[in-house]
């Protein structure tokens, strides 16, 4: 034994957690900034050093963006629906999906179904005097948009229900939730082929609208994002010095675990949020926006951690309140902000459950804006857990639990029946395989 001894390991310094809202958000923040700048200079480098890294990728990504849109290509990635039923997707266009995080899918229901869908929740709201009896906005985010109903609080239509436990529908999402690992370290993390069925709302947006969008936010998280044990283990490559190997497609620990309760909530792991649209929509019309790199994550969560930010700030995130990404603290990747191509009625949108997005302005808006939110929320503990709440709201025609309380639906007859659940409503719910 002639070589020398190798110094023994130090274990890096382990993470604080609160797996509820602390008391004193300012004073956690601090505890938690100087533990993770703490854990990241035990790998030998800086926060600087890292998040230079994570800069560079995500400048090689918005320079590669900006050169497509010079040359006139369209940044979102698209793919046929039938190639997602023919498994026949092209190599080039899965890679564009996993680079960019989002996905416009054509012709993922018939142009003439989505239209009849269309039809469908408008009678069924008329008949069920809905605008007569429309209390206004109770939502502190949604709100913003005005006073007029666009976003209808609305979640049992059979049309929301059909679509929901569509073949296309679940096929779509066990493609989309195939671009995450979801096995690992002998983990089931998810079923891929196996959807919640998270219900969600409508928004209907009429011809004529000017409205002033919704700004650059995310939706997985706030000050929970660093604050939890989970989600440190799911940033785990960000907080230990291996950025290199952050994977934002690892679903390990995203699916279990507490959230911070708050108005905006998404109880659910969804591997991407996801709408389908009941009109077409032309891309200058006050469309969906996002930052289209997937990767994008690790830039935020690492940027509270340098010295230009207080130590009680996480640049302007906070609790009760979405994620904010802006011009502020995230100039670079503001740059990369690209909206929707043109859509029909039946194509859907995708993107990454991690993603900065925003809906753009607009002035009296051309053509209707309509769709049905529907994400991709695979069967896990976390969606488990919330499924069987909302199967009473099923039952009852409930608002769900992460939405307002207004329950306009619980004395509409018409509204979609346990009966009328198929073998995939069934599974999504939890009422049996
Ligand atoms: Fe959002």
Redesign the pocket.
């Known amino acids: 034994m002639s070589s020398p001894a190798l110094p023994a390991a130090v274990p890096p310094p382990t993470l604080p957690h609160w797996e509820q809202t602390p008391d004193d958000l300012a004073a956690a923040t601090r505890e938690i900034k100087a533990a993770l700048r703490a854990r990241i200079a035990a790998s030998g480098r800086t926060v600087e050093e890292v998040f230079a890294v994570v800069e560079r990728r995500i400048q090689a990504e918005v320079d590669e963006i900006t050169a497509a849109r010079q040359r006139g290509e369209t940044i979102w990635p698209v793919i046929d629906y039938p190639d997602i039923e023919a498994g026949t997707v092209p190599d080039e266009a899965l890679s564009l999906l996993r680079r960019r995080g989002c996905l416009v899918v054509r012709g993922h229901f018939e142009r003439t179904q989505a239209l009849g869908w269309d039809r469908d929740i408008l009678d069924y709201v008329g008949e069920n005097r809905f605008f007569e009896n429309y209390r206004g906005p109770a939502d502190d ?1 949604f709100s913003s948009v005005g006073s007029k109903p666009e976003i209808y609080p609305i979640y049992w239509s059979p049309a929301q229900m059909q679509a929901r436990q569509d073949d296309r529908m679940a096929r779509v999402q066990g493609f989309l939730n195939r671009q995450w690992k979801h096995e690992s370290d002998g983990v089931r993390w998810f079923d891929p082929d196996r959807d919640s069925l998270y219900p969600d709302r409508i928004r209907r947006r009429p011809e004529g609208t000017t409205s002033g969008g ?1 700004g650059t ?3 997985p998280g706030n000050l929970d994002l660093w604050m939890t044990k989970a989600y440190q283990q799911a940033f785990r490559h960000l907080f230990d010095g291996t950025v290199e190997q952050y994977d934002p497609w690892d679903a390990a620990y995203r699916t279990d675990g507490p959230q911070y309760p708050g108005t905006t909530m998404c109880s659910v792991f969804r591997t991407f ?1 996801g709408w389908t649209a009941l009109s077409d929509m032309a891309h200058d019309q006050g469309v969906l926006h996002t930052v289209p790199i997937a990767g994008a994550m690790a830039y935020l969560m690492l940027r509270p951690l340098l010295a230009d930010v207080p130590d009680d700030d996480m640049c302007g995130v906070t609790v009760n309140q ?1 994620f904010p990404a802006n011009g502020t603290w995230h100039p670079l990747l503001m740059q990369a902000l690209s909206g929707i191509p043109d859509v029909r009625a039946g194509d859907s949108v995708w993107w990454h459950c991690d993603m900065i ?1 925003s809906v753009a302005p607009v002035q009296n808006q051309q053509g209707w804006g309509n769709v049905m939110y529907i994400p991709a929320a695979p069967w896990c503990p976390r969606n488990e857990h919330y499924a069987a709440s909302v199967r009473d709201a099923f039952i009852t025609g409930s608002s769900p639990s992460d939405f307002p309380v207004e329950h306009y639906e619980r004395t509409w007859t018409n509204r979609f029946q346990l009966d009328d659940l198929n073998h995939i409503g069934r599974r999504g719910f939890g009422l049996g395989l």
């Open positions: 985010f919704l936010h995310l939706d949020q979405t997005h």
